[in-house]
T-cell receptor, first 114, second 111 residues
């Protein structure tokens, strides 16, 4: 059973389009995250949700909007895609909010904007 | 504040040892270590907490020096399977909300 699953695995789209990435975890964890990994492998936190409540919103353009319908799901919607949005987006979850719980990552969504 | 990892890259032969360092300019509450293989997701290795002991399993262990705000990951008698990029993630507060990752250290082990 996949613990943290993301769809789609690959996403190729043109500038200006709107796209969504879905994430689901079956671990029963309370906290979920979106991280962006750029071409230099830098993993940057974007958003964090705890029990459907937004707790972190890093300096991310307003074009990115996360939505958590329940604590097992965290989706990411991106409007008006730009070339610089090309990256691998990782969803992750942890049992607890805070620094003592390991992160479990999904397999990533490779977004390519042309 | 992003932690600083060193070295950026390490090349080893099987059986050799390596140390990867992670340092922060801020006081740390916890340090996490993850390994990411090419094209895959990062995988959790271990957590070190303020006031905690050195952790380890098999030939991979880590230490946490709170006074120096540093952590080190020790890989002994490296195997081919150890190849990948190692990331440290840090959190400065007990009630913190998300890890901040370093830029990673790429480890290549050859036979």
């Amino acid at each position: 059973d996949t613990a943290v699953s993301q769809t789609p695995k690959y996403l190729v789209t043109q500038m200006g389009n709107d796209k969504s990435i879905k994430c689901e975890q079956n671990l029963g964890h309370d906290t979920m995250y979106w991280y962006k990994q750029d071409s230099k492998k830098f993993l940057k936190i974007m958003f964090s949700y705890n029990n459907k409540e937004l707790i972190i919103n890093e300096t991310v353009p307003n074009r990115f909007s996360p939505k958590s319908p329940d604590k097992a799901h965290l989706n990411l919607h991106i409007n008006s895609l730009e070339l610089g949005d090309s990256a691998v987006y990782f969803c992750a979850s942890s049992q607890l909010r805070g620094p003592t719980s390991p992160l479990h990552f999904g397999n990533g969504t490779r977004l390519t904007v042309t | 504040q992003q932690p600083v990892q060193s070295p950026q890259a390490v090349i080893l032969r099987e059986g050799e040892d390596a140390v990867i360092n992670c340092s922060s300019s801020k006081a740390l509450y916890s340090v996490h270590w993850y390994r990411q293989k090419h094209g895959e997701a990062p995988v959790f290795l271990m957590i070190l907490l303020k006031g905690g002991e050195q952790k380890g399993h098999e030939k991979i262990s880590a230490s946490f020096n709170e006074k120096k705000q540093q952590s080190s990951l020790y890989l002994t008698a490296s195997q081919l399977s150890y190849s990948g990029t190692y990331f440290c993630g840090t959190e400065s507060h007990q009630a913190g909300t998300a890890l901040i990752f370093g830029k990673g250290t790429t480890l290549s082990v050859s036979s």
